[in-house]
């Protein structure tokens, strides 16, 4: 019970502290369904320097897409260009598809210019150790805003492991002068790529 406790305490202690536990992975896999968010008629969110989501998320998707090719695995981008497709049309590709994982990509907005940082949704239990990993590896150098449990469409009506990404709010002055670099933005892809590879197991 004492040990028990300590251990309890100490895991509790670590998803306060790092916003995820120590997590294992979702089962092996050899795809990965990579979604840029928005497109096209839909801009998703204006940052206060009137940056477009949209472009930040296929321009973030396609770095992670390089990373990923490069470690080996089968990539399957919902839109490759600057082109509205609608939620269930993006949930589809992934449903068509075995051995597979979903990672969407997206930048923040809040009425709140405060708000700053990442986080990483989520939807159903199968799903914890993809999020978590990938929220793991962006802590190491943003505010990290932890994971969250979710209903965004994309993410309930997923039959595979998926996880959506917020990267940093671009209602927020420091987070959109961030998300205006290219290094910033890789390196937010290559902490999503480490955190996809380590959810393979
Ligand atoms: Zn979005």
Redesign the pocket.
């Known amino acids: 019970m004492r040990v028990f406790f300590c251990a309890a305490l100490l895991t509790t202690a670590v998803v306060l502290l790092t916003g995820c536990a120590s997590t294992s992975g979702v089962g092996r896999f050899s795809t990965v369904v990579l979604d840029a ?2 497109g096209g008629i839909d801009r ?2 204006k940052g206060v320097d009137n940056s477009s ?1 949209k472009i930040y ?1 296929l321009d973030t998707a396609k770095r992670v897409e390089r990373g990923l090719k490069r470690a080996g695995y089968r990539v399957v981008m919902t839109r490759k260009r600057d082109n509205f497709i609608t939620l269930p049309s993006r949930v589809a590709v992934s449903n068509r598809r075995r051995s597979a994982v979903f990672v969407s990509i ?4 809040a009425r709140n210019s405060g708000a700053s940082g990442t986080e990483t949704f989520y939807s159903n239990s199968k799903s914890y150790p993809l999020a978590a990993n990938i929220q793991r590896e962006l802590a190491r150098f943003t505010n990290n805003r932890g994971v969250k449990r979710s209903r965004f469409h994309v993410l309930r009506n997923n039959a595979r492991p998926a996880a959506l990404v ?1 990267c940093g709010f671009l209602s927020n002055a420091g987070d959109a002068r961030k998300a205006r670099s290219a290094s910033y933005r890789q390196r937010v892809a290559n902490a999503i790529v480490r955190g996809i590879v380590k959810s393979s197991r």
């Open positions: 968010g928005h998703g969110a989501e998320a997206h930048y923040n907005w917020e």
